[in-house]
Structures are given as C-alpha cells and as structure tokens.
C-alpha cells in the first residue's frame, strides 16, 4: 500500500505559478501510475494530468499550462502550473494506481489518494 501527502498549494494570482508536490511513502513510485485530479466546489472531481509508463497525458482545459513530472529517486510527483486562471481554483488531489501503459483519466481507475491540497488562483 502506498501513502500520498500533497503540497505546495495556495493562493496566487491569475498568470502567476505554483508546484504540487505529492510524496509517497510505503512503496516505490515506479511501479505506480501517478494523477492529478482536482475538485471545486460544487463540482465533481475531474482529471487534470497523469503519468505512466507510456508518458504523460492531460486534460484540454491544462494541456500547455501545467505539466506533470516524477522523480522516482525522491518518490515525488510532481505538477508544475503555469499561467494559472481563476477558473483553476480548486482542491488538487494526487492518486496512483497500479502501473499501466496508458494512464487512466477516470478517478475511479486509481486505488491510492491523497488528502488534497487547496489552490485559489484570485483575478
């Protein structure tokens, strides 16, 4: 089983940047599949990015501003975000599943979450 502690969140301003940090601990990364998800309020919780052995893959309304990246060594994963809208306010949640090709987009895919982490981007 694989433990997931998100941080970094935060307020910013619109246009401005933050990173996500999701560290794991009781199994290597490496044999995971690694998302990103986040929820507003109100709202469902959506995909935003994962990373599996096939690559990276995101969601349309991030793809071009965030990206996804994984240092096995530090057992972290990572989301850069950039160019950040209000639109992107929202609690981030890092998830795993077990390690696939593609990676899966669909919450209900992913067996490990973290506790979230709250992002409010102000205009």
């Known amino acids: 089983q694989v433990q997931l502690v998100e941080s970094g969140g935060g307020l910013v301003q619109a246009g401005g940047s933050l990173r996500l940090s999701c560290a794991a601990s009781?199994?290597?990364?490496?044999?995971?599949?690694m998302g990103w998800f986040r929820q507003a309020p109100g709202k469902e919780r959506e995909f935003v990015a994962a990373?599996?052995?096939?690559?990276?893959t995101y969601a349309d309304s991030v793809k071009g501003r965030f990206t996804i990246s994984r240092e096995d060594a530090k057992n972290t994963v990572y989301l850069q975000m950039s160019s950040l809208k209000p639109e992107d306010t929202a609690v981030y949640y890092c998830?795993?599943?077990?390690?696939?090709?593609?990676?899966?987009?669909?919450?209900?895919?992913?067996?490990?979450w973290g506790q979230g982490t709250q992002v409010t981007v102000s205009s």
């Open positions: 990373i599996s052995w096939g690559g990276t």
């Open positions: 009781g199994r290597t990364i490496s044999r995971y599949t």
């Open positions: 998830a795993a599943a077990e390690a696939t090709w593609a990676a899966p987009r669909t919450s209900n895919d992913y067996n490990y």
